[in-house]
């Protein structure tokens, strides 16, 4: 899969014959042949004309528009690769069942848990040594939870462990304490947001791949708003994307330079952005085979008739 990212300011996305004309004032202007590309994500004040959309839309090229300053501005426009109504029709028909939604989120939580172990367990810690045993124990409770909210009680507990043990590894000059979104405060949370932004994007895509509903979810339920099915693939990639961003700034890819901060929010700059991109291009490979994984998972269970 071909990702284009469009992060600069003052660009005007064009179309002609079978390409992209990217234009920047004072520079030469640049084609893409839109067959070698599958997506487009778009940040910052890119003009698109018409005619180009409607060619992403013809080709089945994804359109991503993100504002990383004001998130419910970000929006979407997925090419359905898939158009499996009845599977979608089952879906809706288990989503509403309580008993065979709590069996998913059962499963989706115990594979989070295991994954979380993996990763945890590199750090010779006595922190970390306890949060390791704690999900191992939590993976044997988890199968006879008898609710979602009893669920998410221990995932939301766990996660937060997870964190801190995150945060011990990272210098104490980054000024990550906590999970904060909106807005993130410090460079760790603004890079976990960006990131966790794209994932979901990919995790919509690979939801409509498989003929699945991306807003009809079952650990995560229904919200306005909200894709809850993308969320639920996200939930056992999440552990990844932490331990990834932990080793940017440990490994020196991002520092606190990178950023500009103010009272109000944590924003990457541009010499940063062009650091994460590279970065997260290569590292998003692994994560989207994961998520299209656990969609694929899903889809098979669904298609079991009186199988959950």
């Avoid at 997260?280 to 079991?304: M, N, T, V, Y």
Wanted: net charge positive; hydrophobic share 35%; charged share 25%.
């Amino acid at each position: 899969m071909t990702h284009i990212i469009i992060d600069r300011h003052q660009v005007t996305l064009e179309y002609a014959t079978d390409c992209m004309i990217v234009r920047v004032p004072d520079e030469l202007p640049r084609t893409i042949p839109l067959g070698r590309v599958d997506q487009l994500v778009c940040l910052h004040s890119v003009h698109l004309t018409t005619q180009l959309i409607g060619q992403l839309h013809k080709r089945g090229i994804d359109l991503i528009v993100l504002n990383m300053r004001y998130e419910n501005s970000s929006f979407a426009l997925f090419a359905d690769q898939q158009r499996q109504v009845e599977r979608r029709c089952r879906q809706y028909r288990w989503q509403q069942d309580d008993a065979d939604r709590l069996q998913f989120a059962r499963a989706l939580c115990s594979h989070k848990f295991k994954v979380m172990t993996q990763l945890l367990s590199d750090f010779h810690t006595m922190p970390a040594l306890s949060t390791c045993e704690r999900l191992q124990q939590a993976r044997q409770v988890v199968s006879s939870c008898r609710s979602e909210d009893e669920l998410r009680g221990i995932e939301g507990s766990l996660q937060r462990m997870a964190f801190d043990i995150w945060r011990q590894q990272l210098p104490a000059s980054l000024g990550f304490v906590r999970r904060e979104r909106r807005p993130p405060k410090d460079p760790v949370n603004a890079v976990l947001s960006l990131t966790y932004t794209l994932v979901h994007q990919d995790a919509v895509r690979q939801a409509k791949r498989y003929g699945l509903d991306p807003q009809l979810g079952f650990y995560h339920r229904t919200a306005f708003g909200r894709q809850s099915l993308a969320c639920d693939l996200m939930e056992p990639v999440r552990p990844h994307v932490e331990s990834w961003v932990v080793r940017l700034f440990n490994e020196g890819v991002l520092n606190k330079r990178n950023f500009t901060q103010s009272s109000q929010s944590c924003l990457l700059g541009k010499t940063g952005r062009t650091e994460f991109y590279a970065a997260f291009d290569e590292a998003a490979q692994q994560w989207r085979r994961k998520l299209a994984a656990g969609a694929h998972w899903l889809a098979r269970r669904i298609d079991q008739p009186g199988a959950c």
